[in-house]
């Protein structure tokens, strides 16, 4: 019998996604690292995870092809990345912003990469 576990982890996940977009600015850690435009790295990395989880939600299906899978990550996480976008363009403190859309893009479409395409 068929049991989803990556379709479940990933809506857990998008779920996630949408509470952290849902904070207020005010109430969102200080960072004291020295590095400025920190968040676009926590973009990267949070769309990142969700491009190898819709990735590997797709396998789980058993998918046969490797451009459907490509395809159908791409076009679902850039959806969720751009609606989560407009989502924080509604709370306060917090805007919507192409740099942070890119960096969103580049973390799903990196998550094609692994060890493997490098070696």
């Keep these: 019998m068929y049991k989803p576990k990556y379709v479940h982890l ?12 849902h904070t207020p ?10 590095f400025s435009n920190i968040d676009k790295i926590f ?5 990142f995870i969700l491009g190898l989880l ?6 789980e299906r058993e998918i046969s092809s490797q451009k459907v899978i490509v395809f159908t990550t791409i076009i679902f996480g ?6 989560d976008e407009l989502h924080q363009s509604f709370i306060r403190g917090r805007v919507c912003s192409v740099e942070d ?3 969103d893009f580049l973390g799903i479409s990196l998550s094609f990469f692994n ?5």
């Excluded at 990933?10 to 977009?21: A, C, D, E, F, K």
């Excluded at 819709?54 to 396998?59: G, M, P, Q, R």
């Excluded at 850039?78 to 609606?83: K, M, P, V």
């Excluded at 060890?115 to 070696?119: D, E, G, H, L, W």
């Design 10 to 21: 990933t809506i857990i996940y998008i779920l996630i996604i949408s509470l952290l977009s």
């Design 25 to 34: 600015n005010d109430n969102l850690p200080e960072s004291d690292i020295g």
């Design 43 to 47: 973009h990267f990395v949070e769309f």
């Design 54 to 59: 819709i990735k590997f939600s797709l396998y």
């Design 78 to 83: 850039f959806s969720l990345a751009c609606i």
């Design 101 to 103: 859309l890119l960096f």
């Design 115 to 119: 060890y493997k395409n490098f070696f």
